[in-house]
């Protein structure tokens, strides 16, 4: 993309410089800088532009401007896959408590607990989020890294809390 903008950069350059000396370019401002040296020229040219400069000193800016979006083909995202799932925190549990995605996917999990204060605690994506009872949570990642990861509840909510784990495969 970049080769190509630069290659469109230095065809229109060119193009202007060839141009040149008696051509009624619609370029003035660039055309004058570049041939400072040749006044007659340049006087020749102001004068024929002084009328319309108005109108034509737009084009040059819309040509320098054009290959500025032209990277926007390239950020469209790609056909985003959202993954969701829903789970229900209680007894010491996630239910379900193996989730298993695609690398690359848009995680979306809403979780709720039912009975006692727990977390979401995914360690490996930076991730602890507090489930208050009855208080639907909703948490969302990308799932960019490939591997198994454990979650677990990161909160002391009783004797099953370091039971309470849970399985995240990122395939
Ligand atoms: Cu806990």
């Known amino acids: 993309m970049n080769k190509k903008q630069f290659g ?12 040149g000396a ?16 040749e006044e007659k020229n ?23 401007v054009v290959p500025t979006p ?3 083909p390239v950020s469209t995202p790609a056909k985003e896959t ?28 809403t979780i709720t607990s039912t009975d006692v204060t727990h977390s979401f605690m995914l360690k490996d994506y930076n991730l602890n989020v507090m489930l208050e009872p009855g208080q639907t949570q909703t948490v969302e990642f990308v799932a960019d890294k490939a591997g198994t990861f454990n979650f677990r509840c990161g909160v002391p909510c009783g004797e099953g809390h370091r039971d309470m784990t849970g399985t995240l495969t990122v395939e």
Request: charged share 15%; with cysteine; net charge positive.
């Open 70 to 72: 032209a990277p926007a």
């Open 22 to 37: 008696g051509c009624n370019s619609s370029t003035p401002n660039n055309l004058n800088a570049q041939e400072k040296g």
């Open 82 to 109: 959202i993954k969701e799932f829903t789970i229900t925190a209680k007894d010491w549990q996630f239910a379900p408590n193996n989730i298993t995605v695609k690398k690359g996917d848009k995680v979306r999990l």
């Open 42 to 64: 340049t006087t020749a040219e102001q004068n024929q532009n002084l009328g319309t400069n108005a109108t034509i000193a737009k084009p040059p800016v819309a040509k320098t």
């Open 8 to 19: 469109l950069l230095a065809g229109t350059v060119a193009a202007l410089m060839l141009m």
